[in-house]
């Protein structure tokens, strides 16, 4: 079970941005709904009992309002103080005299006896002067009475709150979500499993938001730019090493010619062979620039189905006098019996090939190559091949894929593009490839054909 | 045999003619596809060498009205365009051979013979190689009528060495016409010199090879 905390950063650092909005919407509107429920009771006392005093005050001046219209004995009626009150005792009247000189005008809330009952009561008193005589009223209101409605106020101003803020809610999300679709809609067409280089073009998304228009606007053409790029650095390529050929051809003719000379003397007949094997490093690297770019440019047909395990063999076979050369021992466990479909049979060829000279050019004498192949859970086909050789270090690991770039200068190891052209085999048919290596005790390269190649 | 080389690039023409003419051809040269075209309605050819970027007209667009005037020629088509379609449309409009440039001058002439000898029947006979002798269309290696046993690769090296006779092949001429393209490029392996060697100690069980020569820093030679 992950932590509390470890979710938290999880959140933190890898949300949609809907899920976001989502989560920030609703945490706003809880805080909102608690702040409500919390400051609600003090709310409605409040209002209460400003709405308890205006009342007293309002009953106080009708009193004074009657006693000057009919006299104050209206209600005395010979007596020397007045008292009234309903028949639950939820509210009194009562009227007396007082000294003068000492005005009170005052509400507060206070107990009073009546009839043998203490109650609470919020009670006005005020002294007024009527035909010089000084007289108390009070008008007391039960305190129960006045707070009766102030809970059903209060859940009805809950429910209210409630249900307008689900409503707002589902509102929010809504048109949250209708707002960001264009974003999501631009992210799955133009970024998610988009695969180099960008061919098949995605078409603009329909948004009214400007600022989603200008991004999409801006991811086209900034991929068109990178398609540019790289078909200028394509067409250079091909055009590049084409063009060499001729030139090349001419200078290999000439110094065969020479060389056939049957007059020349040794010196020179060395010299030119000097010449030759530089002219031939020329072409070779010619040739796989020229390669690389034919792959690239797909004029591979890919309709082929071949078995990988013949292919090996054959291409172990080409090659064996490397191997004997070396001392080098190969061992091949290919186990399983699959035919790959919609493949190129001269490029996978090539593919091994490569791989299998690239383990030979690293590999220590009398060293070994293992050829194993196993199935995937997911039903691809993989096969290693491991050498023993001088294996590549951690910083050149990312690498070794790159053109001319070469890892271990101390041997003579070709023109560095050996594992660029597996590279680009690789891409251009869906092979997935991988490399894990030691130093001083070997490599391992790893190809993955998908399942649905696999037959 | 008579040869029109086809190849706007003039040095290289040179060169081919160069060295087709040591090995006893008549060449005639084309440095247009015009050129060409008036050159094979005049005259007729055993070999057409057709460079396929002519200035004035796609080589490839040549070879069937080539075909009308020369039906019986040999064709070689030499091409910097190295992909396969044009490999591909090349021989199916009847080209007898495809190769793609920088080729090696060695490499061309023993094309030209294995064309001869399947195209015109040239019966060639048991050709002598010291005590041995060899036929090159059944791939063997006699000594009075015992065959000697050569790998695949051993008598490859050995014909394409006696084909070039007197001329000394260095070690990647050699593995260049053995592995093609896979030819290694690290010059200094010894693998040449090993087969050389099988050859010569399976030859020197029946009969002296002084005709093989080493050249040293160079390569190899058969001395006639």
């Known amino acids: 079970m992950k932590l509390f905390g470890e979710w938290v950063i999880e959140l933190?650092?890898?949300?949609?941005?809907?899920?976001?909005?989502?989560?920030?919407?609703?945490?706003?509107?809880?805080?909102?709904?608690?702040?409500?429920?919390?400051?609600?009771?003090?709310?409605?006392?409040?209002?209460v009992s400003e709405y308890t005093n205006y009342s007293l005050r309002r009953q106080q001046n009708k009193v004074i309002n009657v006693v000057k219209k009919n006299g104050i004995n209206h209600y005395l009626q010979g007596d020397d103080s007045y008292g009234s009150y309903t028949m639950l005792k939820e509210e009194y009247i009562a009227l007396e005299p007082a000294n003068k000189g000492l005005p009170i005008d005052t509400i507060k809330t206070e107990q009073r006896i009546i009839e043998q009952d203490t109650l609470n009561y919020r009670i006005l008193m005020h002294t007024f002067n009527f035909q010089n005589k000084s007289y108390l009223l009070e008008i007391g209101k039960t305190v129960s009475s006045i707070n009766q409605y102030n809970k059903p106020l209060q859940r009805i101003a809950l429910y209210v709150l409630l249900s307008l803020i689900a409503i707002s809610l589902i509102f929010d999300l809504f048109f949250t979500r209708m707002l960001i679709r264009p974003l999501g809609?631009?992210?799955?067409?133009?970024?998610?499993?988009?695969?180099?280089?960008?061919?098949?073009?995605?078409?603009?998304?329909?948004?009214?938001?400007?600022?989603?228009?200008?991004?999409?606007?801006?991811?086209?053409?900034?991929?068109?730019?990178?398609?540019?790029?790289?078909e200028k650095e394509r067409e250079f390529t091909a055009n590049a090493s084409h063009e060499l050929m001729t030139p090349i051809s001419i200078l290999q003719n000439k110094m065969e010619n020479m060389l056939g000379d049957e007059h020349l003397n040794e010196p020179e007949a060395l010299k030119i062979v000097e010449m030759m094997k530089t002219l031939n490093r020329l072409k070779k690297i010619s040739n796989s620039l020229l390669l690389i770019s034919r792959i690239e440019n797909e004029q591979f047909a890919k309709s082929d189905i071949v078995n990988p395990a013949e292919l090996i063999r054959e291409a172990i076979e080409?090659?064996?006098?490397?191997?004997?050369?070396?001392?080098?021992?190969?061992?091949?466990?290919?186990?399983?019996?699959?035919?790959?479909?919609?493949?190129?049979?001269?490029?996978?060829?090539?593919?091994?090939?490569?791989?299998?000279?690239?383990?030979?050019?690293?590999?220590?004498?009398?060293g070994s190559l293992i050829i194993s192949d196993n199935i995937e859970s997911n039903g691809a086909y993989a096969i290693n091949f491991e050498d023993t050789g001088i294996g590549i270090s951690i910083e050149d690991l990312p690498y070794i894929f790159d053109?001319?770039?070469?890892?271990?200068?101390?041997?003579?190891?070709g023109h560095g593009l050996g594992l660029s052209i597996v590279k680009?085999?690789?891409?251009?048919?869906?092979?997935?490839?991988?490399?894990?290596?030691?130093?001083?005790?070997?490599?391992?390269?790893?190809?993955?054909?998908?399942?649905?190649?696999?037959? | 045999m008579k040869v029109l080389i086809v190849e706007d690039e003039k040095t290289l023409a040179y060169e081919i003619e160069d060295f087709l003419k040591k090995a006893f051809y008549i060449c005639d040269l084309a440095h247009g596809f015009k050129a060409?075209?008036?050159?094979?309605?005049?005259?007729?050819?055993?070999?057409?060498?057709?460079?396929?970027?002519?200035?004035?007209?796609?080589?490839?667009?040549?070879?069937?009205?080539?075909?009308?005037?020369?039906?019986?020629?040999?064709?070689?088509i030499l091409t910097a365009r190295g992909n396969l379609e044009d490999r591909i449309a090349g021989l199916d409009l009847g080209a007898d051979d495809y190769l793609p440039k920088p080729f090696s001058l060695l490499e061309l002439q023993s094309r030209m013979q294995a064309i001869a000898r399947r195209k015109f029947n040239v019966k060639e006979e048991l050709l002598p190689l010291g005590d041995f002798k060899l036929?090159?269309?059944?791939?063997?290696?006699?000594?009075?009528?015992?065959?000697?046993?050569?790998?695949?690769?051993?008598?490859?090296?050995?014909?394409?060495?006696?084909?070039?006779?007197?001329r000394v092949l260095t070690r990647m001429q050699l593995s260049e016409h053995i592995w093609g393209t896979f030819a290694d490029d690290d010059y200094d392996s010894n693998y040449i010199d090993a087969h050389i060697k099988n050859i010569r100690k399976k030859l020197n069980a029946w009969a002296p090879t002084e005709f093989l020569e080493t050249v040293r820093g160079v390569g190899y030679r058969i001395k006639k």
């Open chain 2, 135 to 166: 036929d090159l269309q059944k791939r063997l290696i006699l000594l009075n009528e015992q065959q000697i046993e050569l790998s695949r690769k051993e008598f490859d090296l050995l014909s394409y060495l006696f084909l070039h006779s007197n």
């Open chain 1, 403 to 413: 053109r001319f770039r070469k890892t271990n200068l101390t041997e003579n190891v």
């Open chain 1, 318 to 366: 080409e090659i064996t006098h490397r191997f004997e050369e070396k001392g080098l021992s190969v061992r091949l466990n290919l186990k399983t019996h699959i035919s790959i479909k919609k493949v190129n049979r001269d490029l996978l060829f090539q593919l091994f090939y490569n791989l299998i000279n690239n383990a030979i050019k690293y590999n220590v004498v009398n």
């Open chain 1, 12 to 47: 933190k650092n890898n949300v949609k941005l809907s899920t976001k909005l989502v989560l920030f919407i609703t945490g706003s509107k809880v805080a909102i709904v608690l702040m409500f429920i919390i400051t609600l009771p003090f709310l409605v006392d409040g209002i």
């Open chain 2, 36 to 76: 060409g075209l008036e050159k094979m309605q005049i005259n007729t050819y055993d070999f057409i060498l057709l460079d396929l970027g002519l200035p004035d007209g796609d080589g490839l667009n040549l070879l069937p009205q080539a075909k009308k005037h020369n039906p019986d020629a040999a064709y070689i």
């Open chain 1, 185 to 230: 809609k631009i992210i799955k067409s133009k970024l998610v499993d988009r695969k180099f280089p960008f061919k098949n073009h995605a078409p603009l998304i329909n948004t009214s938001t400007q600022d989603f228009k200008f991004l999409d606007a801006s991811l086209v053409t900034l991929l068109d730019q990178i398609n540019e790029a790289f």
């Open chain 1, 424 to 455: 680009s085999i690789c891409v251009s048919q869906q092979i997935a490839i991988s490399v894990s290596s030691e130093v001083n005790k070997g490599s391992i390269f790893r190809i993955i054909f998908p399942p649905e190649l696999c037959k």
